[in-house]
């Protein structure tokens, strides 16, 4: 393991609900929940507003809502959330060549690598330059970790949580870790932790006590060795740059269970089809074609096809999926339905007997649809009239909550609820005051749905969003930047910027403040 804390890991900052609060002046300093709306849905991300109510991730939405009915409930925007990422996983490449991105807000970054730091000055003043820069390109927050290993660097991370910076100096991990719980070790799970204290071992320091051989009997040959290694703060994993994709799914949880067979079949196609553009997105094609059908009793079963060879054709992705499913008893009600393509490859080997095969079957399908309706004129002479002599009206459009809206007349807003054949919207960006809200029919033709805005106001001649797309006399600020020369607070084992914590301003058209839960950075010491 290396002697130098050069091994940075950066978590943002409750980062859904993070960009929503940035994003809706309104909401600033109040309880966001972000994640699935419908009777099965789960929450995935909380404010630390939220959070003070006993709100967390993974958690079912019902039972958020129990705790903080107040809150704000959104649907998520992933547009927005992957702009924002791929603007943080610029920053951290700049820092070195070898930045390990575990998900969208979550990442190692190897700075030695990049000759960013090589000792724990240099290594403390890239990860507050690293702190500043995030807030002046997107407005929020995110806790870095510095460590010498991957590990400590994470657990440092979380000790910075939220908005702040530890660095954990080389030679003082053994006493850091040793009063931890044995679940702040990676592996160990709720399965694990209780097996561990049912053996009367609760502590990291109790796990290096109760040695190798101990462990080894316990937990197998290799959790053991691994547990008791992690114990004595030895990590050796590299930070890894390209990691390999071993598989692309897609899948859907069911508000009501889906009893229809016809209905299972066509989600199941539409999943397919979705699948394969992720595919297609990431310039991947599989040949094993996976299906996964959750039923009312939530038993889960998993079903898988191999081809002949890699495929990223729609078709034939939908057929395997298809026939898949004819193998599985949906008797009861379906609850989850899922699709995954694995066994990945960068090319593709075409089958042109099935797509052959698929392209006579569309034909025939076709042709059969065509000699089975009437013409143009005979459907709309046989259409059904309305009461006033009209055609039926359009299906209802669906406005979710959170998503962005523009208004001829009134602007960019964002959608607070809707129902009952009326949705309201809150007319406000991230750059204005706390907006009105107005209540309109779904049907207004004068409401559109609209991208994202920046979370920071783009300055004049840089890419980003027109005036046109602005609210009329909405306003706003650059991010101010942290002063990297600012002085430390010094606390065992980590030292932050004390001028980096929330500095919350009483001008609401100020630059977003979707920092959250805490009056200053983090200062608590490993």
Known sequence: ???????????????????????????????????????????????YEARVFGVNSAMPMAQARRRAPNAAYLVPRFALYKEVSEQVMGLLRALSPLVEPLSLDEAFVD???????????????????????????????????????KM????????????????????????????????????????????LRRAGITTVEEIAEAGEDELVRL???????????????????????????????????????????????L???????????????????????????????FSTLTRSETLRGPTDDPGVVQEAAARLLEGVDTTGGVRLLGVGVSGLADYTQEDLFAQAQAQAQAQAHAEAVAAA?????????????????????AVERRWSAGHDVRHAEFGHGWVQGSGLGRVTVRFETPYSEP???????????????????????????EPGRTPADVEPGASGAGAPEADPTAPV????????????????????????????????????SP
Request: charged residues 25%; hydrophobic residues 35%.
């Open 111 to 149: 700075l030695e690598a990049g000759g960013t730091a090589w000792d724990e000055r240099s290594a403390r003043l890239a990860g507050v330059k690293l702190r500043a820069d995030i807030r002046a390109v997107t407005g929020l927050t995110g806790s870095v970790g510095l460590a010498a290993s």
């Open 489 to 524: 607070v010094s606390s065992p084992g980590g030292q932050v910027p004390s001028g980096s914590g929330d500095q919350v301003s009483s001008d609401p058209a100020s630059r977003p403040k979707s920092r959250s839960g805490g009056g200053g950075a983090a200062t608590s």
């Open 1 to 47: 393991m290396r002697t130098a804390p050069t091994i940075l890991h950066l978590d943002m900052d409750a980062f859904f609900a993070s960009a929503e609060q940035a994003s809706k002046p309104s909401l600033r300093g109040k309880a966001v929940v972000v994640g699935g709306l419908g009777p099965r849905g789960v929450v995935s991300t909380a404010s």
């Open 373 to 393: 309706e009437p013409s143009a004129q005979e459907h709309a002479e046989a259409e059904p009239e309305g009461p006033a002599g009209g055609k039926e009206p």
């Open 267 to 297: 989600e199941v196609a539409r999943l397919a089809d979705r699948c394969v553009r992720r595919l297609r997105g990431a310039g991947l094609s599989g040949r094993t074609i996976v299906l996964k059908v959750r039923r009312y009793d």
């Open 435 to 461: 907006g009105r809200v107005r209540t309109f029919r779904t049907d207004d033709p004068r409401l559109e749905p609209a991208d994202p805005l920046p979370l920071v106001e783009p300055r004049p001649g």
């Open 219 to 265: 937990l197998g040959k290799a959790h053991g060795h691994a547990l008791f290694a992690m114990a004595l703060a030895r990590d050796d994993r590299p930070v890894v740059s390209d990691r390999e994709t071993k598989s692309v799914s897609v899948e859907d949880t069911y508000d009501v269970d889906i009893h229809d067979r016809v209905r299972v079949g």
């Open 152 to 195: 400590l660097a994470k657990i440092a991370s979380e000790q910075a949580k939220p908005d702040g910076l530890v660095l954990i100096d080389p030679g003082t991990e053994r006493e850091l870790l040793g009063p931890m719980s044995v679940r702040t070790l990676p592996g160990v799970g709720p399965a694990t932790g209780d097996h």
